[in-house]
């Protein structure tokens, strides 16, 4: 035969089962499959996408809040360095060294026992002379004298006119407190008051209706009370904003009602009966002391005041100013003692960049405000995500609980009406919530019941109202569309089951006799080897396609359940060991080994054993064929808590891209070219058949692992459960 004849052969072979293939197959199917996964693939591709984006948003978020920290920090301090007042480099520059200037100065009269630390003043650009007095006249004293100065290091460039002055006096009392190891320090003069005190009788009190503030009258003068108070009458306390109700309604009882006045370390209470309502008019025709109330009680006040505290009092003047320009001897800022030459270098530094800080604070403040707000989005988000996964009586329960908490704010804040919301809330609100909640869980109840495949399930709305009314009777109506569709669906596979059916018998019929005729032509003595070949190829291609009839048949009897199925109790074990002993010559042939783990028990299942044998022929059939040679191949036999499984595994010689499931279904081949035998009908039969004996079927693919696992529920489980 030659191969011309070959391939004309495997050709029409082939399009036959395509063309017996393409009855199955249905075109709509594999376009809702091809959405399906579609769907599948966006979402795992948005749910990435999601996971990606709130990882990148928590980043910026702690990186800008991070940021944002910092640069209002260094916004805050440079603030207070001035650098944000708007002064030009130049302004800026002169009020930081006139701060530092005084520091210096207090600095220097902390040494005035000695000779004001000018050894190490000298060492800087700074210029001092120091002047000091008894009495308050010095500035009656020309201070281009230098005779008038106690030291000073005064160049020939001394200027009257261009000299800062830092004023005080000094006494017993008098403290100097500084900190003069780098420009971030301090310097105060602190002058205890309680040594300046003058006290004084307290007359009466004013309280400015306008400005909502008490003054206590001592002497010729008003102070100002700057410290918290208030209203006390029996047990009821209010703020200070109520004063003034509170003295107007105080007419009856004055004796009952007083003013409690707080001041550190005090308490002071004033009678309503010594307060007089004035406005601020009437302060206008009164003294206002600036003083300080230090202390209050017994009918006086301690003020401080600026009479002689000591009498052994200097007053000082300090008199500066500095090298122009600033001479750095050749040494870096950093290692210099000169606080001048550092505040230089600082205040130019923080001018410079002052309005990069600015914008990276604002473009960071904003990137931080787009990021509180994403995060209040998604945590709202996230509530109505988690609280769409609450039940729905939970859900009701939170509503009554809230509706519940409302009604007792306005039963306990007085309002009008609460009795009457009470009772709406008990007779109208909770009834109505409950009903719609009762009626929408048969609704939910009945949608449940029709997503796990009860397409039979209705809702009963003859006491349903409004809008719940027709979501139930729109829910009733596609179950009775989907009751129609599978209906139809059935009535079709059905009657392309009964097509194929009735066609292959119709094809066996003169399919036998093509068979006997065949057979006959064998025997005759026909001199042509050409039609010896040919005869051979027609009694080989007929047998084949009477096994492909047969086995359709078969496949389209156990998918319509009717093949007669006669149960009784089968050893599994035996019927693997002696299917396996029929292959095991071939299966070395084919270059396999084959290798059986049973256990040493028999173990039963209620099967048919003709089908059984059936099932276990097409798995070793399909391992012959298409295992790779030189592998190996297993079947395994276990026994569970109530089933028994039966797993055949072997890798496939050809490259499996698909997924296990599709393998089950008629006439699909792990060999797309079909230049093998099998029909794509032995996995299929057998699916069909196990599920008629109320088994499973499931296939794995692992990369070119191929498996089948079959479980039968186990015979002595069955029994234990009866006993």
């Given at each position: ?519 006959l032509l064998s025997r005759e003595d026909i001199e042509s080897e050409n039609a010896k070949e040919y005869i051979e190829v027609l009694d080989r291609q007929s047998n084949k396609l009477k096994k492909l009839i047969v086995d359709l048949i078969e496949a389209s009897k156990a998918s319509t359940g009717n093949l007669e199925i006669h149960p009784e109790e089968i050893d599994v074990r035996m019927a693997l060991l002696q299917v396996t002993g029929e292959y095991e010559e071939k299966l070395k042939e084919a270059g396999v080994e084959l290798f059986l783990n049973e256990p040493e028990e028999s173990v039963m299942v209620s099967a048919d054993g003709r089908y059984l044998f059936r099932i276990f022929d097409n798995l070793m059939t399909n391992i012959m064929k298409y295992s ?96």
């Amino acid at each position: 035969m030659d191969e011309t004849t070959n391939s004309r052969d495997v050709a029409n072979e082939a399009d036959d089962r395509e063309s017996i293939a393409g009855i199955e197959e249905n075109p709509q199917d594999k376009k809702e499959d091809n959405r399906r996964e579609k769907r599948a693939k966006s979402k795992c591709g948005k749910n990435s996408r999601f996971k990606k984006s709130t990882v990148v948003m928590m980043i910026v978020s702690v990186a800008s809040c991070a940021l944002t920290i910092l640069l209002g920090i260094a916004t805050a301090f440079m603030a207070d360095f001035g650098v944000m007042d708007g002064y030009s480099r130049d302004s800026m520059l002169n009020y930081q060294m006139e701060l530092l200037m005084d520091r210096y100065s207090v600095w220097a009269l902390s040494d005035r026992g000695r000779n004001f630390n000018m050894d190490t003043i000298e060492k800087t650009n700074l210029h001092m002379g120091i002047i000091s007095s008894k009495k308050d006249d010095i500035d009656t004293k020309d201070l281009a004298d230098m005779s008038n100065y106690v030291v000073n290091n005064f160049d020939k460039n001394f200027d009257v006119d261009n000299v800062h002055i830092f004023k005080t006096y000094v006494d017993k009392y008098t403290d100097l407190n500084y900190d003069m190891s780098d420009i971030w320090g301090y310097a105060r003069v602190w002058h205890d008051q309680i040594e300046n005190a003058e006290q004084i009788q307290m007359q009466g009190f004013y309280y400015d209706w306008m400005t909502n503030k008490l003054y206590v009258q001592a002497g010729e003068y008003l102070y100002l009370l700057n410290t918290g108070y208030w209203v006390t009458n029996a047990d009821r306390s209010e703020s200070s904003d109520d004063v003034l109700s509170y003295i107007n309604d105080a007419h009856d009882d004055w004796t009952d009602m007083t003013l409690l006045v707080e001041i550190p370390d005090f308490e002071y209470q004033i009678p309503v009966s010594k307060i007089e309502i004035i406005d601020d008019l009437e302060l206008q025709d009164k003294n206002i002391s600036q003083n300080e109330i230090l202390n209050m009680g017994a009918g006086y006040l301690d003020v401080a005041c600026n009479g002689d505290a000591s009498t052994d009092r200097t007053y000082y003047w300090v008199v500066t100013y500095l090298n122009d320009p600033l001479v750095s001897n050749g040494q870096s800022p950093w290692h210099n003692d000169d606080l001048f030459l550092q505040m230089r270098t600082v205040s130019n530094f923080l001018y410079d960049w002052k309005y990069v800080v600015v914008v990276l604070l604002v473009l960071s403040g904003i990137t931080l405000g787009v990021s509180v707000l994403y995060w209040i989005f998604k945590g709202i988000s996230l509530v109505f995500h988690a609280f769409g996964k609450i039940i729905l009586m939970w859900k009701l329960g939170l509503v009554l609980l809230v509706g519940f908490w409302l009604i007792v704010t306005l039963g306990l804040s007085g309002g009008g009406g609460s009795a009457l919301l009470i009772i709406l809330y008990v007779f109208v609100f909770c009834p109505v919530v409950l009903y719609i909640g009762w009626e929408y869980r048969k609704i939910s109840k009945v949608c449940d019941e029709l997503a796990k495949g009860n397409i039979d399930a209705k809702i009963d709305s003859k006491h349903m109202v409004w809008d719940m009314k027709n979501q139930a009777e729109n829910i009733n109506a596609i179950s009775e569309s989907i009751n129609l569709a599978v209906e139809q669906k059935m009535k079709s596979e059905r009657m392309k089951a009964e097509l194929i059916t009735n066609v292959s018998h119709d094809i066996k019929t003169p399919l036998t006799s093509v068979i006997n005729y065949v057979d006959l032509l064998s025997r005759e003595d026909i001199e042509s080897e050409n039609a010896k070949e040919y005869i051979e190829v027609l009694d080989r291609q007929s047998n084949k396609l009477k096994k492909l009839i047969v086995d359709l048949i078969e496949a389209s009897k156990a998918s319509t359940g009717n093949l007669e199925i006669h149960p009784e109790e089968i050893d599994v074990r035996m019927a693997l060991l002696q299917v396996t002993g029929e292959y095991e010559e071939k299966l070395k042939e084919a270059g396999v080994e084959l290798f059986l783990n049973e256990p040493e028990e028999s173990v039963m299942v209620s099967a048919d054993g003709r089908y059984l044998f059936r099932i276990f022929d097409n798995l070793m059939t399909n391992i012959m064929k298409y295992s790779l040679g030189n592998t190996r191949a297993y079947i395994d036999l276990k026994t569970e808590d109530e089933s028994v499984l039966i797993v055949f595994k072997n890798i496939s010689r050809d490259q499996l891209n698909v997924s296990g499931e599709e393998f089950t279904e008629r006439f699909y081949r792990g060999d797309a070219s079909r230049n093998t035998e099998g029909n794509g009908l032995g996995l299929a039969i057998v699916k069909s058949l196990v599920e008629l004996m109320q088994g499973t079927v499931s296939v794995v693919v692992d990369g070119d692992l191929f498996k089948v696992e079959i479980r039968f529920p186990r015979l002595e489980a069955d029994n234990k459960a009866e006993k």
